[in-house]
């Protein structure tokens, strides 16, 4: 985590983007809090913004512990609720959150599971209905809002051909006016998710791209060759991934648009409560 971590920080200043770190409970459970202190302190000295993220938070334990080491926005997944019960599920999180500056993503609808993620997902797809995307942000005050429209978590086998409801996130979109997420971003046609990121999505998760290539060059290393020290085998996986990380940067548009932070004299952490 720590190389991932390195290695995003060193591209987003390379390319002046902004870029979100989404931390899934089952890293927290591989890691001690000092690891994230630790990370929070590196990215306070980044020239460009960033944020730390809890993504899918499923009890309100992980997401006080996230904000115990200093993540700047944590997700509340209730997804999987009735609607009046992830309402108020969520509404906590955020009375809780928005007193101390950490923003709060919500979701509505589901996403699909590949079976090659360690992520949660469902065998269908719930889609995010318009007018209860715009009930469940005015009743709730979430500041971003994970939207359904038929992705899946992981990387989708061979034999699957995602499609997205480009129809369905116009329709939220005239309805709601807080940044909208797409999750199981990977894997995706580039011309939809860049067809998404026009209509409005404003943060798309690419974990499983980002660690498909990283892990592929590394066991094409360990199956031609006798290396064992990390340091051999890891700089040459280190640089597939950081193509995949330029490579999305440029889908969503995010190259150099750190510098409208800088024009708008907006801090790039949480520097208020530090």
């Known amino acids: 985590m720590l190389i991932n971590m390195n290695q995003l920080l060193e591209i987003a200043k390379e390319n002046d ?17 000092e690891f994230f202190q630790y990370a929070v302190s590196r990215v306070k000295n980044s020239p460009v913004p960033f944020v730390i993220h809890m993504d899918h938070g499923d009890n309100l334990a992980s997401i006080m512990r996230a904000i115990h080491c200093g993540f700047s926005s944590v997700m509340i997944d209730g997804s999987l609720l009735p609607f009046e019960e992830n309402i108020a599920v969520t509404k906590e999180v955020v009375d809780i959150c928005h007193k101390i500056g950490v923003s709060v993503e919500g979701e509505l609808g589901t996403i699909g599971n590949t079976g090659t993620s360690v992520e949660r997902g469902v065998s269908k797809v719930t889609y995010t209905k318009p007018e209860d995307a715009e009930e469940f942000i005015a009743r709730t ?19 699957v051909k995602p499609e997205l409801k480009m129809d369905i996130l116009e329709q939220i979109k005239e309805k709601v006016a807080i940044p909208l997420v797409l999750h199981g971003g990977s894997a995706n046609p580039d011309e939809e998710i860049e067809k998404a990121v026009q209509l409005g999505i404003q943060k798309v998760n690419i974990s499983s791209d980002y660690k498909y290539a990283f892990y592929k060059k590394c066991r094409e290393i360990l199956a031609t060759t006798e290396l064992w020290d990390p340091n051999a085998i890891y700089p040459e996986c280190i640089e597939e991934a950081k193509k995949v990380v330029k490579q999305k940067m440029t889908l969503f548009h995010s190259i150099g648009q750190a510098q409208l932070y800088r024009q708008a004299n907006i801090k790039p952490w949480r520097q208020e409560l530090n």
């Open 17 to 33: 983007a902004p870029a979100i770190i989404a931390v899934h409970p089952t890293e927290l459970d591989f890691t001690k809090d």
């Open 141 to 159: 005050g979430i500041d971003t809002l994970a939207v359904a429209i038929g992705t899946a978590h992981g990387i989708y086998p061979k034999d």
